[in-house]
């Protein structure tokens, strides 16, 4: 081999016998009783290269097929000789190629050719090349390429498997069935508020810890709870139009702020920002820095706002109303910056996709049962999904592409979808009663439903960001039914 990578004439280390009967060259391995060299050829190599032209291929019993019977013996020919000429063929493609003829076995190239500087193979000899990528779902076990006739090496990816039971049932008394309030919420730090009554329970996901926070009195009843995107600040709204914020973590009442003069049914934290909506068809911007109860106040429902979310860039605000109606929100605008009035039932279940921006779901009530999906940057309505029974809630999951919906009248499940395709993974069912409370955990594995059946019912339904089969640290470990209070 030249050092500066030019090719020479002949091959390296090697020069070319001028008498084909003269003895072999000192590189040309010793003759034994099993070696019979050809005395028309000389020897240009020490590798052994295997002749196939002389090999007998009946041995394998893959010898070339025999021509086509004549049309009356082919009518009589049956199934078994036909599968064993298709098997033949397969076995002799697996072994050596689609490509290669079989007039008297697979041919070997000839040495000379091989070796030649002008042939377009040697130019290659001493050049790495790309690994051959063999697929690992591979049907052939003889590992021939992706090329091979009639024979599929796409791999059969199982469906993943969802739970069909809860793996934890809480008792959740005074669970008000109720579409229009939002009682559960789950928060980043893996505690479950939830609203009984008039009281508000805090259930530690890591401990099974139950602490009761707040108690109204009498008067009064909580409507809604959110928690704050980060720290231990729960917003609690009430049926006399006010919005307490506590301190989970000392337990204690940090201000209540007015300005509903009905009950306060919709909560949704941005980064700094808490909105809330009510019956009386408004929603107020609240700053809880700030010493004002609200900054700003958004008009533009003609009924009881009962959805609130803001997207994950904290920008836009859906608002979903018993008018029938879905409305977009900037940061700065009083008046809705988009409208979606396709539904033809209360709009609660709203849901921002984490994976593609802009992309909203929401769900209409019992006359509409629908999940629709919103383009907010470009105002377009993308799909719609007829669910046949009333949408509750949705979520999406922050792992994959894939989303839960909850259901009422008149079937009471929970569905899995897969998006966009919008194939069902998985239906559960369990509740009794309508599934009008959704939350999912910080990992984004767990959801708990909750339902007037005064239960809430835990369900594994999402991988974890790193592997699918990843069991759910929360609670996963505990089963059985406990009770919240």
């Known amino acids: 081999m030249n050092p500066n990578g030019n090719q020479s004439s002949s091959p390296p280390s090697q020069s070319t016998p001028s008498n084909p009967k003269s003895p072999p060259h000192p590189t040309t391995p010793t003759p034994s009783p099993y070696y019979h060299p050809s005395p028309s050829r000389p020897i240009y190599s020490d590798r052994f290269i295997p002749c196939r032209s002389s090999s007998n291929f009946a041995l394998f019993d893959i010898s070339p097929p025999p021509p086509p019977p004549p049309p009356s013996d082919a009518a009589r020919a049956d199934d078994t000789s036909s599968s064993s000429a298709a098997y033949t063929a397969l076995l002799r493609t697996a072994l050596f190629g689609s490509d290669l ?19 377009p193979v040697n130019r290659n000899i001493f050049r790495f090349k790309s690994e051959t990528r063999q697929s690992l779902h591979s049907l052939s076990p003889l590992g021939f390429d992706d090329h091979s006739v009639n024979v599929s090496h ?23 069935d109720d579409f229009y309030l939002n009682l559960v919420d789950w928060s980043s730090h893996n505690v ?7 009281c508000v329970y805090l259930w530690n996901a890591c401990s099974s810890k139950v602490t009761k926070l707040c108690d109204l009195g009498v008067d009064d009843s909580v409507c809604s709870v959110g928690w704050a995107q980060r ?20 337990c204690k009442r940090v201000r209540t702020m007015e300005g509903h003069r009905l009950r306060v049914g919709a909560l949704a934290w ?42 994950y860039d904290n920008r836009e605000l859906a608002s979903g109303g018993n008018d029938n109606r879905l409305f977009v929100w900037n940061q700065h605008s009083t008046q809705p910056v988009l409208k979606y009035c396709e539904h033809t039932a209360a709009v609660k279940a709203i849901a921002w996709s984490p994976h593609i921006y802009g992309l909203l779901a929401s769900g209409g009530g019992t006359a509409d049962r629908c999940i629709r999906f919103w383009n907010t940057t470009t105002n377009s309505h993308l799909s719609c999904m007829d669910t046949g029974s009333q949408v509750c809630n949705l979520v999406w999951s922050k792992n994959v592409n894939e989303l839960v919906s909850t259901h009422g009248y008149s079937q009471n499940q929970i569905i899995v979808w897969r998006y966009p395709t919008m194939s069902k993974l998985a239906t559960l069912t369990g509740h009794t009663y309508r599934v009008l409370y959704l939350a999912i955990s910080p990992d984004g594995q767990t959801i708990v439903t909750g339902a007037g059946d005064e239960t809430l019912r835990f369900w594994n339904v999402f991988p974890s960001p790193k592997s699918q089969n990843t069991e759910s640290e929360i609670g996963a470990s505990s089963f059985g039914r406990t009770h919240i209070r």
């Open 101 to 119: 003829g079989f007039s008297g076995g697979p041919s070997t190239p000839d040495k000379k050719g091989f070796l030649s500087v002008n042939s």
């Open 154 to 176: 796409s791999p059969v990816k199982a469906p993943r498997k969802v739970p069909r039971s809860p793996y934890k049932v809480l008792d959740a008394p005074a669970l008000q």
């Open 270 to 311: 941005n980064s700094s920002m808490l909105s809330s909506g009510s019956r009386d068809k408004s929603i107020l911007q609240r700053d809880p820095r700030a010493q004002e109860d609200f900054v700003s106040k958004l008009n533009g429902h003609k009924s009881e706002v009962c959805g609130l979310k803001w997207s």
């Open 231 to 250: 720290g231990t600040n729960l917003a609690v709204g009430t049926s006399n139009g006010k919005v307490q914020i506590w301190d989970a973590s000392r």
């Open 192 to 198: 479950l508020a939830v609203g009984l009554g008039n």
